[in-house]
């Protein structure tokens, strides 16, 4: 018999995510294991495996979210829109709406701190990242719309994200407080699709 809520679908994932996310930050990653994580989730390791395929996907757990993100700026932009654009405001609402994907939330220095100590999330983090560019890549070359370089957009778009991060993050880990580099996260963002639009690529 499986344990309670085991066939939970989604409301189980959640539960899961939640629990390994208090955990690791608590802890750190590398000193937390798959067993205790379904323990505290009251699911087998099985059931956890079955719903997160590797254990850093237990932390790292929006990589679905992110490349359905980005295949909706591409597929679902209004006409007349073109995708840097649409690219553009997506990012710029994550950043408003404070979405764990902005890089800046309440959640954001302990998750960037759990992140930079362990070798292995590291690792997915950049398996990740190539992932959602080799995504986006597609997403555009399936678009009849456009008639840039996909490779080159999708690389481009996805190395700046990621570097916005990345010192968004070593700020944060170093004291700041993310109210106050809110606007400069922000206009780091914009500097990014200036030069997108203006100094790398012609769309």
């Not at 992110?66 to 209004?78: F, H, I, N, T, Y």
């Not at 070798?119 to 398996?127: D, G, I, N, S, Y």
Request: glycine share 8%; no cysteine.
């Amino acid at each position: 018999m499986p344990r309670t809520g085991e066939r939970g679908g989604p409301q189980t994932r959640a539960r899961i995510a939640e629990v390994a996310a208090r955990l690791f930050l608590e802890r750190g990653f590398d000193a937390v294991t798959v067993t205790e994580v379904a323990r505290q989730a009251g699911v087998s390791s099985v059931t956890v495996f079955n719903h997160f395929p590797r254990k850093e996907d237990l932390f790292l757990d929006r990589a679905v979210d992110a490349a359905e993100l980005l295949r909706a700026a591409v597929r679902d932009r209004s006409a007349g829109v073109d995708v840097l654009a649409s690219l553009r405001e997506t990012t710029l609402r994550l950043v408003d709406a404070g979405h764990p994907l902005s890089g800046v939330n309440d959640r954001s220095t302990p998750f960037f701190r759990t992140v930079a100590a362990s070798p292995a999330l590291l690792a997915r983090a950049r398996e990740i990242a190539a992932d959602l560019q080799r995504t986006l890549a597609e997403e555009l070359g399936r678009d009849p719309a456009f008639e840039g370089d996909a490779t080159l957009l999708a690389a481009f778009f996805i190395a700046g994200y990621g570097t916005v991060l990345a010192e968004t993050a070593r700020r944060l880990i170093a004291g700041e407080e993310a109210g106050a580099l809110l606007d400069d996260h922000r206009a780091r963002f914009e500097r990014l699709f200036a030069a997108l639009r203006n100094g790398v690529l012609v769309l």
